[in-house]
């Protein structure tokens, strides 16, 4: 672990609360800001193994005072809105960017063999098809919009069956003005690229495929010097252990999410 990476984490947590007037209850042992800072720190060195991230904390005197695990799961989904608030607020004050990179990953919740007894999730909109692995999973799937940095922007979680282009708009709306955001074959639609371009003047760009006019020389130069970059960003996240999270629900899954988001954005920080 570097020592200086979590004291980094803890003062922006810590600072921010403070800015916001949030306050921990005064009975309290360990602080909010610490409680967060141990969620950040599992997500970045320990694939978001929260136990064991907690023991060797306390055990290097990083925290103020002692909390068993139970308690610090309990405090930390009593912090969901806030672990959802940090990913796109450090994106907000880290990124100042206009160029941006969209793709998505798988985030399985189980073996396709055990989706009928699976209770996280159910249903068919579950089962999707992850073309970079040409395979078949059920679970979830990450929609993400970087910067070129590998500094996550917006994010948002569906279910894996639905096409990439559904969370376009949803993601691209909030952008800003003059934004250009780059992505896969996946994402080509006319359609969606007129919507975000009228509305919120943002340029979608898509690789084109063989059978398809051909991108502009200026399109081509983006995709080649920024595009490919999403390959390591997604790899970052795969070693936290966004694809294989360990949680009894929904809400455990989106605080461990949020944490390697977060984490993620103060590793790539620059």
Request: glycine share 6%; proline share 4%.
């Amino acid at each position: 672990m570097n020592v200086n990476w979590i004291i980094t984490a803890f003062v922006i947590v810590d600072t921010t609360f403070t800015t916001l007037e949030h306050q921990s209850d005064v009975r309290a042992g360990v602080p909010d800001s610490e409680i967060i800072t141990v969620a950040l720190v599992a997500a970045k060195y320990f694939a978001n193994n929260h136990k064991l991230t907690l023991s060797i904390m306390q055990q290097l005197h990083y925290l103020s005072g002692t909390i068993s695990h139970s308690r610090f799961n309990r405090r930390l989904h009593a912090l969901r809105d806030w672990m959802e608030f940090f990913p796109e607020y450090l994106g907000e004050i880290f990124s100042k960017n206009t160029i941006y990179i969209i793709d998505s990953m798988p985030m399985p919740v189980c073996h396709r063999a055990r989706a009928k007894r699976c209770t996280k999730v159910r249903g068919k909109y579950f089962s999707g098809w992850c073309a970079a692995k040409q395979e078949r999973y059920f679970g979830w799937k990450l929609h993400l919009i970087y910067d070129i940095h590998g500094i996550p922007i917006h994010f948002m979680m569906l279910p894996a069956r639905p096409h990439d282009i559904t969370a376009v708009n949803g993601l691209a709306s909030t952008m800003p003005f003059g934004s250009i955001i780059l992505g896969d074959p996946g994402y080509i639609c006319e359609k969606t690229k007129h919507q975000l371009d009228t509305n919120c003047g943002v340029q979608l760009i898509a690789r084109q495929r063989a059978n398809m006019i051909p991108n502009t020389p200026a399109e081509l130069q983006l995709l080649r010097m920024h595009r490919r970059r999403i390959e390591t960003f997604n790899s970052q996240l795969e070693k936290m252990g966004i694809t294989r999270l360990h949680a009894r629900n929904t809400d455990g899954v989106m605080i461990k999410l949020c944490a390697s988001l977060s984490a993620l954005s103060l590793t790539n920080y620059r």
